[in-house]
């Protein structure tokens, strides 16, 4: 996710039905990763590599719509700074053949059937 962008964008939504129908139109536009709404602030947060332009058009037919903010998404870092934890080493395996014991039969001119 090289391209991965967090978008801020303030939009009118008054109630839940237009909450649903804002979030259905931001999770159909290819490239939307996911999908935060604050109905107290009226904001949506929305991290992918999507357009912004073409995100706020888009959220323009349900009125008022203002790009606040584009910016990288934030990676998590350990607390240890940036140290990435390294997965353990796999034990490493040999594998020996073990060879197939050989029986020799003792008398081949005899017939077990009989």
């Not at 904001?43 to 037919?61: A, Q």
């Not at 020996?96 to 001119?109: K, L």
Request: net charge neutral; aromatic share 6%; charged share 30%.
């Amino acid at each position: 996710m090289p391209n991965t962008k967090k978008m801020e964008l303030k939009v009118a939504i008054d109630d839940e039905k237009s909450k649903r129908r804002v979030m259905r139109t931001i999770a159909g536009v290819q490239g939307v990763d996911s999908v935060a709404v604050n109905m107290k602030d009226r904001k949506i947060t929305v991290i992918g590599e999507t357009d912004h332009v073409y995100l706020t058009v888009k959220l323009r037919k349900f009125g008022f719509t203002d790009l606040l903010s584009v910016g990288p998404a934030k990676e998590e870092k350990n607390p240890d700074g940036d140290k990435k934890e390294e997965p353990p080493e796999a034990p490493k395996y040999v594998y020996v053949p073990q060879p197939w014991p050989v029986i020799e039969e003792c008398n081949t001119n005899t017939c077990t059937i009989c």
